[in-house]
């Protein structure tokens, strides 16, 4: 099914371990998000792709660091995980004009940081 | 900046009953709004999207919201709830810089048989 994949569905990293969050759509969107869900909070925003070849901030950027490879995918990377990145990371991607207009989530990583 | 307020964080409403969650917006612009629904350990599900065309939105399993502009809000209702229904509730409205989503805290919506 078309969609957004995202790998790996769970992980635990123990303290100053790093590792990449993959995330892949084949919907040829131009725009991907990457967001974490902790309890109370909503969905963050953590980076964003406008398009190929551009990356952006969102609101919570510190201690991440994104990768727009191609159209297709878009990783996001923990140098030094933090019990503080404890979460759930969703990828996103989005058509922005025409009668497809919206967003896809991916199933989400379940992160845990011990 | 584009930012949405869920006035509730719980509501809890008897099967059969109506559901009424509550969200306001604040957009320099026209908005973008949608409600997506997330059951428990499951992902986003879109109920529905306002994108300025008719005020009242009809969404998936029985759900509308109506964009008000004069009240800042877009409120989510259903005539009668459902035991499945029991899920977290966001309302989000997109940035303009980005155009990524700005999601409010969430509403966790109680269904009592």
């Known amino acids: 099914n078309a969609g957004v994949t995202q790998t790996p569905k769970f992980q635990v990293l123990k303290t100053g371990q790093s590792m990449t969050l993959q995330c892949a759509q084949d919907?040829?969107?131009?725009?991907m998000y990457w967001y974490r869900q902790d309890p109370g909070m909503g969905l963050r925003l953590i980076y964003y792709s406008a398009s190929e070849g551009t990356t952006d901030k969102g609101e919570v950027p510190n201690g991440y660091n994104v990768s727009r490879l191609n159209k297709r995918e878009f990783s996001l990377r923990l140098e030094s995980a933090a019990p503080s990145q404890t979460s759930v990371y969703f990828c996103?991607?989005?058509?922005?004009?025409?009668?497809?207009?919206?967003?896809?989530f991916g199933s989400g990583t379940r992160l845990t940081v011990v | 900046a584009q930012s949405v307020t869920q006035l509730d964080s719980h509501v809890s409403v008897s099967e059969g009953t109506p559901v009424l969650l509550r969200c306001n917006y604040s957009?320099?612009?026209?908005?973008?709004l949608f409600w997506y629904v997330q059951h428990p350990n499951k992902g986003l599900q879109l109920l529905l999207k306002?994108?300025?065309?008719?005020?009242l939105v009809k969404g998936i399993n029985g759900f509308e919201a109506e964009f008000k502009k004069s009240e800042t809000s877009f409120h989510l209702t259903k005539p009668s709830a459902h035991m499945s229904d029991a899920a977290e509730y966001f309302c989000v409205v997109r940035r303009n810089s980005g155009y990524a989503l700005n999601f409010g805290k969430g509403t966790s919506l109680l269904v009592t048989p």
């Open positions: 306002y994108t300025s065309a008719a005020t």
């Open positions: 957009s320099s612009y026209s908005p973008s």
């Open positions: 919907m040829n969107h131009n725009s």
């Open positions: 996103a991607s989005s058509e922005l004009t025409g009668p497809n207009y919206g967003y896809t």
